[in-house]
């Protein structure tokens, strides 16, 4: 339940107004997971709110240093809702974090930096709202077991609906299993997970998310989608979070797994997140023009430009995992080739067309994965974005035909995304400056972001034998 609260008052007030026991407080680490403290309702006053709550932020990743590692988490009264999984009454507060010398932002707290995106937004002229609206995947699995230690390494993944089930005893076994790459919009019983989607969506719906519509995505096995409708930049980033942690939660409650993961399964489709956004100033949008090509004012072409341009440097934060390159492969769904076009899905950047409508003119970037950390991932589109308005950055011609069918000739001519996180973290490296534009994001955290990406899950990978590994190599 969302309580509308606009003050610490407030929230003082819906503590006692619901019965509330709890205060939870939440805030989003580097990667893009939600963390969170929680006190009894009765400890925290008002001033609490106004001023803050002390935290070790040494433990955190990605975050302080130990000598330096005070931290203060700063709730955003505006956020307040009941949560409906705890068994003892709970209101959350998700906060941004604040040093407690300066009182300034922390640099490297995400919804900071996202916070940051706005206000700049706002100083350019260009706009004072941008909104975004992702459409992110998911899958729920049955059973899931993994492990790596020194002499071993092994994934195994179940679910009912997995086509590699069809032999299976399973007493008895239905046979309704979906077909590799046929699980876009069947209906039960192939589909067994309506019932929890749609469960989904209605605790979404009650924590303040407006839920447009759920279905079933082309994958075997458990492949999901809801949709949110589209909001401002931080408020969307929020919703992720809480629609993140809906999907895992309800998915717990009926004994199965969720996992944003892009590509847990070899052979079928991975898990996208294509990112809609546009800007507007005051009551108008500025991406529309009748006369334009798909109705795109010449302030849509530029910012598409600049998508396209900064392209690889935003995937650093916007397809962040290892995992996220085994998705971005030619020949599936997932676009890898840096190119805009209306309608065609094979594009990078689509431009959809169910209105002609002004106001519906919006930049589709499809490069973008669930695995992302929002408040990085969306002000990363946002800064490229308006880097091309800016510097007027001239997409080129769009390609309005299957891009996987071109000849091998054509293909190599178009520009494409990195082959690895190693390669887009590359790009942030050398690309970069249109980031740090208004300082939304700090050289400072750039640099720590790069180096944790590295260290953390680039040489994590790099260092381990794969599985497959031993089927071509063994008998070497």
Request: net charge negative; charged share 25%.
């Amino acid at each position: 339940m969302m309580l509308g609260c606009k003050s610490a008052e407030d929230v003082i007030k819906a503590i006692k107004d619901h019965g509330v026991e709890f205060v939870d407080v939440r805030f989003t680490d580097m990667p893009g997971m939600w963390q969170h403290t929680s006190y009894p309702a009765s400890h925290i006053k008002a001033d609490d709110i106004d001023e803050g709550l002390g935290f070790d932020g040494s433990s955190i990743r990605g975050f302080q240093k130990i000598e330096a590692s005070d931290m203060l988490l700063l709730p955003d009264e505006t956020t307040a809702f009941i949560d409906p999984f705890y068994k003892y009454k709970t209101l959350v507060l998700i906060a941004d974090i604040h040093d407690p010398i300066t009182k300034e932002f922390y640099a490297r707290d995400p919804r900071g930096v996202a916070r940051k995106a706005e206000d700049y937004l706002a100083t350019t002229g260009i706009g004072d709202r941008a909104f975004f609206g992702p459409e992110a995947e998911f899958f729920v699995f049955d059973d899931v077991r993994y492990g790596q230690g020194l002499n071993f390494g092994t994934y195994e993944i179940d679910s009912i609906e997995g086509h590699w089930n069809m032999p299976r005893a399973e007493g008895p076994n239905l046979g309704y299993k979906i077909r590799p790459k046929e699980g876009y919009f069947p209906v039960p019983p192939s589909d067994t997970l309506h019932d929890i989607r749609s469960e989904m969506a209605l605790v979404m719906q009650q924590i303040g998310l407006t839920v447009e519509c759920h279905h079933h995505e082309v994958a075997t096995a458990g492949q999901c989608e809801i949709d949110m409708k589209f909001d401002t930049l931080v408020k969307m980033a929020d919703d992720l979070m809480k629609y993140k942690y809906v999907v895992k939660n309800v998915a717990r409650a009926h004994n199965k797994t969720a996992t944003f993961m892009p590509k847990p399964l070899y052979g079928d489709n991975g898990s996208g997140m294509h990112v809609h956004s546009s800007i507007w100033h005051g009551d108008k949008p500025i991406f529309g023009d009748p006369g334009g090509y798909a109705g795109l004012s010449q302030a849509c072409r530029y910012y598409i430009g600049g998508i396209l341009k900064h392209a690889p440097a935003i995937l650093a934060f916007a397809a962040p995992t290892t995992n996220s390159y085994h998705r971005l492969v030619p020949g599936y769904e997932a676009p890898v080739n840096l190119v805009w076009s209306m309608r065609n899905r094979s594009a990078a950047v689509r431009i959809p067309m169910y209105s002609d409508s002004p106001k519906a003119k919006r930049a589709e970037f499809r490069c973008p994965d669930p695995s992302c950390n929002p408040y990085l991932a969306f002000p990363a589109i946002l800064m490229a974005g308006l880097d091309g308005i800016r510097n007027k950055i001239d997409p080129g011609d769009p390609v309005d035909k299957n891009i996987y069918d071109l000849p091998p000739e054509e293909l190599a001519e178009l520009p494409g995304v990195p082959a690895s996180l190693d390669g887009a973290l590359d790009a942030l490296e050398a690309d970069n400056a249109f980031l740090t534009e208004g300082d939304v994001f700090t050289p400072d955290f750039i640099q720590n972001y790069i180096a944790y990406k590295r260290e953390a899950e680039v040489d994590a990978i790099r260092l381990r034998p794969h599985p497959h590994e031993f089927v071509m190599y063994y008998d070497i």
